[in-house]
């Protein structure tokens, strides 16, 4: 059995290393961990048995301590063991190097007494002498008192939110450093499919023990308080809608001293009643393992709904760059089919039921994203479009963008719009002229009007100092950049190594670019029909019907009649590579690379910027 478990960040090594010198010193069997936990699943059983086979867990609490996921899940599962004994402080000791305690959760943890560096050695050793075996990692089920929400897919990256949602349910147990003597409601607040839900849910089921009188669990629309519990209890409700009365909302709480009330809501305009935790977007490196594939981290950007939707699609053997490309194609949306319900209007529920106004602001935020919109862009796009005076313009966005975000479609200032709410919005719009007529202005108030390129002004990294000077506006210059940048990615100008890779992907990697140049010169309001001069729609023109569509008119229905005689125990890509036209096929895409580098090197004539591609092939 060892007697310490050391948890630290490995940016602490230096003065761990000290203390564990200490701690052998005296006698005492201490275990460090000198690899990381991998991923975000979940503890290894390494850390697992060396916890379970420890009678305390002594943590180095640094600033750097909570951003180590091995140490979340070191401390969480002491925590909580400790917890279940009624006392979660007596499995763990802290050591704080800082000179204050805010950065400390869960709570309990900042009003106890940390190590002194004189005396630490010394009160370890008391401490153990109140501790004599090892701690229990198997908690007991927490008692449920409703029925709890189902799980989609694996808990991911929200260990430090569970850490702070315990810490502002149980402020009051520390009232020497939070100064709170009661008890009082909390708010778990975020855009839909963010995760509040799934993080309660979590909590209830890791955090159990700390209420013994019981959990109950109800939505907004059938509440049901406890009215006279055992004990200390956690009451949930879940669902609570935007624009309830204060009344109202106070109503769905319980009044009796022992019941925390957590309510469960994607509103922010109830801030006068208690504490709210605001869910975010996960952070980088959990979305990624949550996706599994990058191709989804600009259409995603961290909602876990969606991520999750994708990464399992991915993970069933789709394309994640073919299903990157369905999020964009018009009809109905591929988050919709592949939850199999209407997800999409879900999202964007308030924002159907919001004044007019708030709307009109929510199309300026779609035509403006991912730059924020502001109160002062918008009015002066409703004075354009409206031929509204400039204050009463200014009047309605301030309320349109007020109502947006009291109702969590876009964030606190500044005010940015999520891509996923983009997404939802785009395919529940309810008046596509009006939106035309707002994008058309919003692009007006940008700048989109003729420029030229004469004059080079200051030089800018990767700007093509050859270009010849043409007259363009800005939202042809755009229009070319955006093809650009996805054209140099692509398969026919990124060769495909011989004998590797997918056919398959390779003609869905090009097949998409139609939707994506469409869409594209839709976009910036620029039509497809080629004009006599050089211009993005002649070179789109030129791509779409000259370069692209003779090849995938040939070979698209020539691959797809091979794969339909793949056997059943064959793997798509093992039946492809016994194609007898599979070299001709790779020979063909290798000639797409000159007319694609050259439609590249036309576009960075119009944009202005190069990205290393060759024209020469």
């Not at 997918?502 to 594209?520: G, H, I, K, Q």
Request: charged fraction near 20%.
């Amino acid at each position: 059995m060892w007697d310490v478990f050391l948890s630290y960040s490995r940016k602490d090594a230096g003065q761990v290393r000290r203390l564990h010198e200490e701690l052998i010193a005296v006698g005492l069997k201490v275990f460090t961990d000198e690899s990381a936990v991998a991923g975000f699943a979940g503890i290894s059983d390494t850390i697992r048995c060396a916890l379970a086979d420890s009678r305390v867990l002594l943590a180095y609490y640094s600033l750097g301590y909570p951003e180590r996921p091995a140490c979340q899940w070191e401390l969480t599962a002491a925590f909580l063991a400790g917890l279940g004994e009624g006392d979660p402080r007596r499995r763990v000791l802290v050591v704080n190097p800082e000179p204050d305690t805010e950065h400390i959760h869960p709570v309990e943890l900042r009003d106890t007494r940390h190590g002194e560096p004189e005396t630490l050695v010394q009160d370890v050793l008391a401490h153990l002498r109140q501790v004599p075996g090892a701690m229990r990692l198997d908690a007991a089920p927490p008692c449920v008192h409703g029925e709890l929400p189902v799980a989609v897919g694996e808990f991911t990256g929200r260990l430090p939110e569970l850490w702070r949602l315990h810490s502002a349910l149980h402020a009051q147990e520390a009232p020497l450093v939070t100064g709170r003597t009661s008890a009082g409601p909390v708010q778990l607040r975020g855009m839909p499919g963010i995760g509040k839900t799934r993080l309660a849910r979590e909590y209830v089921l890791r955090f159990g023990a700390a209420f013994p009188g019981g959990v109950h669990w109800a939505r907004a629309g059938a509440p049901r308080p406890p009215q006279a519990p055992d004990g200390p209890c956690l009451y949930v409700v879940d669902d609570v809608p935007h624009g309830l009365s204060p009344r109202a909302v106070t109503e769905l709480m319980a009044p009796h001293p022992l019941v925390r009330t957590l309510l469960i809501t994607r509103s922010r305009a109830y801030g006068g009643h208690g504490e709210h935790l605001d869910l975010e977007p996960l952070p980088e490196a959990a979305a990624a393992a949550l996706a599994g594939a990058s191709e989804f981290a600009d259409a995603a950007a961290g909602h876990p709904g969606a991520l999750g939707l994708l990464g399992r699609a991915a993970a069933a053997g789709q394309s994640p760059a073919a299903l990157a490309s369905r999020l964009y194609e018009p009809g109905r949306s591929l988050l919709d089919i592949l939850a199999g319900d209407e997800l999409t209007a879900d999202h964007v529920r308030d924002a159907l039921s919001a004044p007019a106004e708030a709307q009109d602001v929510l199309r300026c935020a779609l035509a403006l994203s991912p730059l924020p919109v502001t109160a002062e862009t918008v009015a002066g796009v409703l004075a354009s479009a409206d031929r509204l005076p400039r204050a009463v313009a200014l009047r309605r966005a301030s309320a349109g963008l007020a109502e947006l975000t009291a109702r969590g479609l876009l964030t606190p200032a500044p005010h940015h719009l999520h891509p996923v709410t983009a997404h939802s919005w785009l395919h529940h719009e309810g008046d596509s002229a009006r939106a035309e007529t707002l994008r058309r202005a919003v692009l007006s108030s940008l700048g989109a009007t003729a420029t030229t390129l004469d004059s080079p002004g200051l030089p800018v990294p990767g700007v093509r100092k050859e270009s010849l000077p043409m007259r363009v506006t800005e939202a042809e210059r755009m229009a070319a950049f955006d093809l650009q940048v996805e054209l140099v990615s692509r398969i026919g100008v990124q060769q495909l190594p011989a004998d590797s890779g997918s056919l398959r992907e390779a003609l869905t990697s090009l097949n998409s670019l139609f939707p994506f140049t469409r869409d594209t010169l839709r976009r910036y309001s620029i039509g497809l029909e080629p004009g006599t001069a050089p211009s993005v729609q002649s070179v789109a023109h030129h791509l779409l019907n000259e370069v692209l569509r003779p090849f995938m008119t040939h070979w698209h229905p020539v691959l797809m009649a091979w794969e339909t005689h793949r056997p059943t125990n064959v793997s798509p890509l093992d039946h492809e590579r016994t194609w007898p036209r599979a070299e001709a096929f790779r020979t063909a895409l290798d000639a797409l690379q000159e007319p694609l580098r050259a439609v590249t090197a036309s576009l960075a004539e119009i944009s202005g910027a190069e990205f290393g591609i060759s024209t020469e092939v």
